[in-house]
Structures are given as structure tokens and as C-alpha cells.
């Protein structure tokens, strides 16, 4: 069953058209995923289709009778409403039973409105709506039922809207960044419900998992066209890359095509017969297709990072609470060079803290934060960029530097990595406020990068980025060989790019676990289904509960570990040996050279040590 039709609409500002002649239809039970970058009109197409505004042609027809929900990037909620009123604000009749129900229930000496109230309950089978509206308010903490929306956090209106369209129960549901402001445990909640309830869906999301997990069919918008994929993410990423690649095919004939007309069209006289028009008008159409390219925008950053010394980051026994919530209880760590950490752990644990006393911006209650003389912080924070009026794109990146050294001697100017993290040099010198929100984020990004740290933190950093994008900057994370401690809720994010985690469990509790998100799910005894195939082609192992026989699961996480120390320890041992090979090393340095030689072999040793231990466990 047809419930939109999008006939030829089209969206443009000034001369930058977004899309045009854009068509298709949302059938009962399709979930649909709507991807694109940032910038080529995806909240501009869902705020049309949901009637929020006018396309400048073309037109969207609705089944009769059709309800419909909307849960935007910033809800609009009445701020003088508490919680409760605002979702017994929903037209859902069942809610309003429930409501007069309960208000019955607070009243005992009216025996008869609660009779009438109980039969109502009982006449359209309230009760088990009731249970799972209270679960509903429960998996997203809205627990204070009589807080004022006005009180609430940018967070807590997302959950509250996101609560009140679900439990409305509408036939088409639209949403845009349903993830944002959710932690994991929400997130995968969410996940489960949408893929056993019967909503109709049709949504921007830029998290992976949940579009491989919950859509049938993905939805693309690139160049202002629309490209249809009958299955998950996985299924989009396989026959994307093979239209690519036919496109490119096309192209390719069509360029020699072009080459053999141009030659005709030289060589024809000026006066034309109709039949000669007619190759005349083919020929425009070739060239066309001939000069048609793909402006992917792939990013290869080849940063030359300032040195690191051998004090990273130390943490002693650091403590921090405000009021009674207790967020850090006497926590200790000592950084080593190129640790790849990612944070994960509910709201209001920490998290967010935890970064901020790293890096200054809140002094801890107890313990000491030492700082390596030679660390140069780079801190991605969720606030974003600072926008002064009438300043341009480049004006903001020029702000921290000009340039930022590559290896082998070469550098990059703030224009190229602008243009490698896809502002082309038309865009450069745009105002900041006309930037969407998640190119307001990609510049933000360039700012951090610019002043060439050695020591990255990103709280949050996948939030209103674009799946091109996010590929844009794993990219960029797997070659940085500095340290990158990330907080996000973005489970792909995770496993790709982390190997080690920190999980605030809450009441100062802070597990340091050995792997990846999924690692530790499986660990939690809850998988999180992998995507056949990521964008760069390659599926990051992750441990089976059936690998590495006889060996428990943290014992199968050191022998991993090991293996890849004792690959680092005989770099250094031979990066060592070939300065006393050089012969370039005096007095002091020829001491200090050969006590780090003399502690990497005791290290080695002991390492061997225990990996044969492990070796030998494993065969039993």
C-alpha cells in the first residue's frame, strides 16, 4: 500500500540547487534509510516530505487519512509543559485513558470514577499499553515525570520527543538523527523495538549499525540524484560500489565516443542536413556523459606529527564528584605512545569529566594529572565551533595555522586540507552561517587538525557528520599514530578505530577492558551483528567465543596483545641498535641509549615468557 507519493520536486537557494526532478514513493512497512553528505539538501528533502516546507517544484501526495510523526534534529516542545503533560498531550485516544486512569487512582475516595476509569482500561485493553509506555519512559531515563520541559537538557527534549511520537503510534514515522542524544544502551533498545514494531519508517541517520540493523531499503541522494538499494546497509555498500564502477565503465566509452564525434563535428560542413542535426544533438548529449566525473573527496592524510617523549599522560588516583554523584573514585593510568581508547558508558557517568580534567578544563577533588612535557593536545568538544558574523570559511581554519607539515618534507595548506575534508574552493569562502550543522562540524574538525596534535581527544565527533564523512575521518584516525582517546555512541565508529576500552559503569566505576565495542558485548553476553563489508572493503576481526581454545576470554586478549608488544619491542630494540651501528652516539647519550636497549630485551624476554605459557594453554 502507497502511503507518499514525491513527484519531481525540486530545492534550491539562490543559484546552489540542492536536487531536482527528485521522485519516489514510501510503501506501508518499508524502512527506509535516507544517506547523503552533508550539505546536498538531506534536511531540506525530509522537512518537504514531512511538510515542515514548499519544495520550488513538484509536489508530495499523501494517503488519506495517513498519521504521520515527525522527530526533528532541534523538537518543538512547550516549555511550560512537565514531562507527564507532554506526552498526555498526544492525540493517542489509548493515552488518554491511561491518564484519567491514573488521576483515579490518586483520588481513592471517588469510587466511582475509578470504576468507570477500570472499565474503560479494561474496554480497549489499556494494560499493556500502559506497561510499555512506562518502559518507554524508562529505557530513555525520563523518570522525573513532573520536571518542566523547560528544565530539561537539549538531550532530554530529544528522548522526550522521540518518547512522544513512539507512543503515538503513527503509520509513518520521520526521523532525523534519531541516535543523537541517545547512549549505547538506548540506542540498541531502539534498535530492537523498530525492528519488531510495525512502524513505516523513513529516516536520516549517519549510525551504520542501526541502518544495517533496522532499514530494507537505503535511499541515496548524490550530484541531485536519487539512487534506490532493496536492502541494508551491508546491501547498499556491494551494489554501490558496483554502479560506480559501470558508471565508470560508461564514462570511459563515452569519452572515446566523444573523441570520434569531435573529430565529425569538425570536420562537417556549415551547412547541416537534418539527419547531421540529429548526430549534431547526440553529440552534446556524449559529451555530456564524457565529462561527467566522481568527486569522491577520499582523504589521505599523511600528518607529521610533533615527537612524543616517554611521559604521555598519567593519572594518580583521581577522584571527582559534584553534590552526591560520585564520577571518578581514585582512578589510575598510564598512557603508553599510540593507544587508540575509546569511552563508552551511560549519560551522566563522567564521561565528558573525564576529558575535561585531562586536559585542564576541571581540576579533579583528589590525585594528580601529569602531562608529558611534550604532548600538544588536540580536544574535539561537543560545544563546536565558535561562529563570529560575516566570517568565512578559511578565515576560521587560518585562525590556528596556515599550514600543517606532511612527511617527507611537504606540507599542506589550511585551502588543501579544507578541500580534502570536502569544502571545495567555492565553498572556502562561504559565510560560517551558512553552513548546515554537520559541515559546521567538518570545520570544526580542520581546526583541531591544523595545529598538528600528538595526543587526540574527540568527545562525540560523529555526531551530524555524513557517512562520506565519518569514512573521511576513520581514515585520517587509523593512519594517526599518536594517542586518540573517543567518546562516541557510534558502535561502527568504535570498532574500527579503537582497540581498548574505558567503561564507566557509574558511582565512580571505571572498567579498563582489553578490546573493541563488539569485543565487549560479546564479552557482556549481547553480539552487536557486524556489516558484511565496511566502506574501505575490509571487516575488522573481532574475537569468537570459539577461537583460541583453552583460554579464557581476557587470557585470548593478552596473547593478542603480546603479539603485537613484541612486534613494537623489536622495532625499537633494532631502531637502537642502528644508532650504535651509526657510530654518531657520545658520553651520555651512548649510557642513556644502552639502558632503554637493556629494558626493551628484559622486556622482550619476559614477554616470550608469558607468551609461551599462553601457547602452551592453548593446546591442552
Not at 552533508?38 to 517544484?57: F, R, V
Not at 555498500?237 to 566509452?253: F, G, I, Y
Given at each position: 500500500?502507497?502511503?507518499?507519493?514525491?513527484?519531481?520536486?525540486?530545492?534550491?537557494?539562490?543559484?546552489?540547487?540542492?536536487?531536482?526532478?527528485?521522485?519516489?514513493?514510501?510503501?506501508?512497512?518499508?524502512?527506509?534509510?535516507?544517506?547523503?553528505?552533508?550539505?546536498?539538501?538531506?534536511?531540506?528533502?525530509?522537512?518537504?516530505?514531512?511538510?515542515?516546507?514548499?519544495?520550488?517544484?513538484?509536489?508530495?501526495?499523501?494517503?488519506?487519512?495517513?498519521?504521520?510523526?515527525?522527530l526533528p534534529q532541534e523538537p518543538n516542545l512547550d516549555p511550560g509543559l512537565t514531562i507527564e503533560q507532554t506526552i498526555f498531550a498526544s492525540d493517542n485516544d489509548t493515552l488518554q485513558v491511561i491518564n484519567n486512569y491514573e488521576r483515579a487512582l490518586q483520588n481513592p475516595d471517588d469510587a466511582e470514577a475509578y470504576q468507570d476509569a477500570f472499565e474503560k482500561m479494561d474496554a480497549i485493553n489499556a494494560w499493556d499499553f500502559e506497561t510499555q509506555y512506562k518502559q518507554i519512559l524508562f529505557k530513555l531515563k525520563l523518570d522525573d515525570l513532573s520536571k518542566k520541559v523547560s528544565e530539561l537538557s537539549g538531550g532530554q527534549k530529544k528522548r522526550l520527543a522521540l518518547a512522544n511520537i513512539l507512543l503515538s503510534k503513527p503509520d509513518l514515522l520521520y526521523l532525523d538523527e534519531p541516535t543523537n542524544h541517545l547512549d549505547l544502551e538506548m540506542i540498541e533498545w531502539l534498535e530492537e523495538y523498530f525492528a519488531k514494531e510495525n512502524f513505516t519508517l523513513f529516516m536520516v541517520t549517519h549510525d551504520r549499525y542501526f541502518l544495517e540493523n533496522v532499514c530494507n531499503e537505503i535511499v541515496e541522494l548524490e550530484n541531485g540524484q536519487l539512487y534506490s538499494?532493496?536492502?541494508?546497509?551491508?546491501?547498499?555498500?556491494?551494489?554501490?560500489?558496483?554502479?560506480?564502477?559501470?558508471?565508470?565503465?560508461?564514462?570511459?566509452?563515452?569519452?572515446?565516443?566523444?573523441?570520434?564525434?569531435?573529430?565529425?563535428?569538425?570536420?562537417?560542413?556549415?551547412?547541416?542536413?537534418?539527419?547531421?542535426?540529429?548526430?549534431?544533438?547526440?553529440?552534446?548529449?556524449?559529451?555530456?556523459?564524457?565529462?561527467?566525473?566522481?568527486?569522491?573527496?577520499?582523504?589521505?592524510?599523511?600528518?607529521?606529527?610533533?615527537?612524543?617523549?616517554?611521559?604521555?599522560?598519567?593519572?594518580?588516583?583521581?577522584?571527582?564528584?559534584?553534590?552526591?554523584?560520585?564520577?571518578?573514585?581514585?582512578?589510575?593510568?598510564?598512557?603508553?605512545?599510540?593507544?587508540?581508547?575509546?569511552?563508552?558508558?551511560?549519560?551522566?557517568?563522567?564521561?565528558?569529566?573525564?576529558?575535561?580534567?585531562?586536559?585542564?578544563?576541571?581540576?579533579?577533588?583528589?590525585?594528580?594529572?601529569?602531562?608529558?612535557?611534550?604532548?600538544?593536545?588536540?580536544?574535539?568538544?561537543?560545544?563546536?565551533?565558535?561562529?563570529?558574523?560575516?566570517?568565512?570559511?578559511?578565515?576560521?581554519?587560518?585562525?590556528?595555522?596556515?599550514?600543517?607539515?606532511?612527511?617527507?618534507?611537504?606540507?599542506?595548506?589550511?585551502?588543501?586540507?579544507?578541500?580534502?575534508?570536502?569544502?571545495?574552493?567555492?565553498?572556502?569562502?562561504?559565510?560560517?552561517?551558512?553552513?548546515?550543522?554537520?559541515?559546521?562540524?567538518?570545520?570544526?574538525?580542520?581546526?583541531?587538525?591544523?595545529?598538528?596534535?600528538?595526543?587526540?581527544?574527540?568527545?562525540?565527533?560523529?555526531?551530524?557528520?555524513?557517512?562520506?564523512?565519518?569514512?573521511?575521518?576513520?581514515?585520517?584516525?587509523?593512519?594517526?599514530?599518536?594517542?586518540?582517546?573517543?567518546?562516541?555512541?557510534?558502535?561502527?565508529?568504535?570498532?574500527?578505530?579503537?582497540?581498548?576500552?574505558?567503561?564507566?559503569?557509574?558511582?565512580?566505576?571505571?572498567?579498563?577492558?582489553?578490546?573493541?565495542?563488539?569485543?565487549?558485548?560479546?564479552?557482556?553476553?549481547?553480539?552487536t551483528p557486524k556489516i558484511a563489508k565496511s566502506e574501505n572493503t575490509e571487516t575488522k576481526k573481532t574475537w569468537k567465543k570459539d577461537t583460541k581454545a583453552g583460554l579464557s576470554y581476557n587470557e585470548q586478549k593478552e596473547f593478542s596483545r603480546i603479539e603485537r608488544d613484541l612486534k613494537k619491542l623489536e622495532l625499537q630494540k633494532r631502531e637502537i641498535e642502528n644508532l650504535f651501528v651509526e657510530g654518531n652516539l657520545e658520553g651520555e647519550k651512548i649510557n642513556e641509549e644502552s639502558q632503554k636497549l637493556q629494558k626493551i630485551i628484559e622486556q622482550i624476554e619476559e614477554n616470550e615468557m608469558r607468551w609461551l605459557e599462553l601457547s602452551e594453554m592453548m593446546e591442552e
Open positions: 500500500m502507497n502511503y507518499v507519493s514525491v513527484e519531481n520536486i525540486a530545492k534550491a537557494f539562490g543559484e546552489r540547487i540542492l536536487f531536482k526532478n527528485i521522485s519516489f514513493g514510501i510503501n506501508e512497512g518499508q524502512k527506509i534509510g535516507f544517506v547523503a553528505k552533508n550539505g546536498t539538501g538531506k534536511t531540506s528533502l525530509l522537512d518537504i516530505i514531512a511538510g515542515d516546507e514548499d519544495p520550488d517544484e513538484g509536489q508530495v501526495v499523501y494517503r488519506k487519512n495517513l498519521k504521520v510523526a515527525f538499494y532493496k536492502g541494508n546497509y551491508a546491501y547498499y555498500l556491494d551494489n554501490k560500489e558496483a554502479r560506480v564502477v559501470n558508471e565508470q565503465t560508461a564514462t570511459d566509452k563515452a569519452k572515446q565516443l566523444y573523441k570520434k564525434e569531435l573529430d565529425w563535428m569538425r570536420r562537417q560542413p556549415k551547412a547541416r542536413t537534418t539527419k547531421s542535426k540529429s548526430r549534431i544533438d547526440d553529440f552534446y548529449e556524449i559529451k555530456e556523459r564524457a565529462h561527467k566525473r566522481r568527486n569522491d573527496h577520499e582523504v589521505q592524510l599523511e600528518i607529521n606529527m610533533e615527537r612524543m617523549g616517554s611521559k604521555i599522560l598519567e593519572l594518580h588516583k583521581i577522584s571527582k564528584s559534584f553534590d552526591n554523584l560520585l564520577l571518578l573514585d581514585k582512578f589510575e593510568y598510564v598512557f603508553k605512545k599510540g593507544e587508540r581508547i575509546g569511552i563508552i558508558g551511560k549519560n551522566g557517568t563522567g564521561k565528558s569529566t573525564f576529558l575535561n580534567m585531562l586536559t585542564g578544563g576541571i581540576t579533579p577533588d583528589h590525585g594528580k594529572i601529569i602531562v608529558g612535557d611534550t604532548i600538544k593536545f588536540g580536544y574535539y568538544t561537543q560545544s563546536g565551533i565558535q561562529i563570529k558574523e560575516g566570517q568565512k570559511v578559511i578565515d576560521v581554519i587560518r585562525e590556528f595555522g596556515d599550514y600543517i607539515p606532511l612527511k617527507k618534507g611537504r606540507q599542506i595548506s589550511a585551502q588543501q586540507l579544507l578541500e580534502r575534508f570536502l569544502f571545495d574552493r567555492k565553498k572556502q569562502y562561504d559565510f560560517v552561517e551558512k553552513l548546515s550543522g554537520g559541515e559546521r562540524k567538518r570545520l570544526y574538525l580542520c581546526t583541531v587538525l591544523i595545529q598538528n596534535p600528538n595526543f587526540l581527544i574527540l568527545d562525540e565527533p560523529t555526531n551530524d557528520l555524513d557517512i562520506v564523512t565519518l569514512n573521511v575521518l576513520e581514515n585520517f584516525l587509523l593512519d594517526f599514530p599518536g594517542c586518540l582517546l573517543v567518546v562516541s555512541h557510534d558502535r561502527y565508529f568504535m570498532d574500527k578505530i579503537v582497540d581498548h576500552l574505558f567503561v564507566f559503569r557509574g558511582n565512580g566505576i571505571i572498567q579498563d577492558f582489553p578490546g573493541n565495542y563488539t569485543d565487549y558485548r560479546v564479552y557482556e553476553g549481547s553480539t
